[in-house]
């Protein structure tokens, strides 16, 4: 019996420690004002914990909360007149929908043919979706998160640093 709690709380103490240690990260990648910071700051320093001390732990089950949480924060985006606004958006929506999708399913193949990354790895590192939805799906389809993260991560990087810049240069040459 006393073995049981001592085991229990073991489990409880590296579930606690992982949270703490995650959400210093989390909030120093928010304060210093890194793309998701929150995630990115919470993943590299519970990886860097997990790496050298090698004691991190969160049950499989706060997958399914975390999933749910995003869900809920996604679905607070929607209001009656985003639905309504969605008339005008019909035809660029379809675009990009049929564009996006088309050029990740083959960008994806393309990674898995040349990388030798499992295909869903591949799909989901090539998905153009956010990288916090992006490694939760990712996850439910076995794919390697953490690849995923990192490639996503150096997407979002990119596209934050020189995307203003060569939109900038565009459109002062188009207008």
């Known amino acids: 019996m ?35 910071g929150a995630m990115i700051g919470s993943m590299v320093f519970v990886g860097i914990y997990n790496v050298f001390i090698g ?23 929607f209001t009656m007149d985003s639905i309504l606004g969605l008339k005008k958006l019909i035809i660029p929506s379809i675009i990009l929908v049929i564009g996006l999708t088309s050029l990740s399913i083959i960008l994806g193949l393309i990674l898995h043919k040349t990388t030798g990354l499992d295909l869903p790895t591949a799909l989901f590192s090539a998905a153009p979706g956010g990288l916090t939805d992006m490694v939760i799906m990712s996850e439910s389809f076995g794919a390697l998160t953490h690849i995923v993260a990192l490639l996503h991560l150096i997407r979002l990087t990119t596209v934050l640093t020189v995307l203003p810049i060569v939109i900038k240069f565009v459109t002062e040459k188009l207008l």
């Not at 706060?62 to 924060?73: H, L, P, S």
């Open 55 to 77: 004691k991190g732990y969160v049950p499989s089950n706060f997958k399914t909360v975390a999933q749910i949480v995003i869900g809920c924060i996604i679905g607070l985006n």
């Open 2 to 36: 006393d073995k049981v709690i001592y085991t229990s709380s073991i489990g409880l103490d590296k579930i606690i420690c992982t949270l703490i240690i995650g959400s210093i990260g989390g909030m120093l990648g928010v304060k210093f004002k890194i793309p998701a």
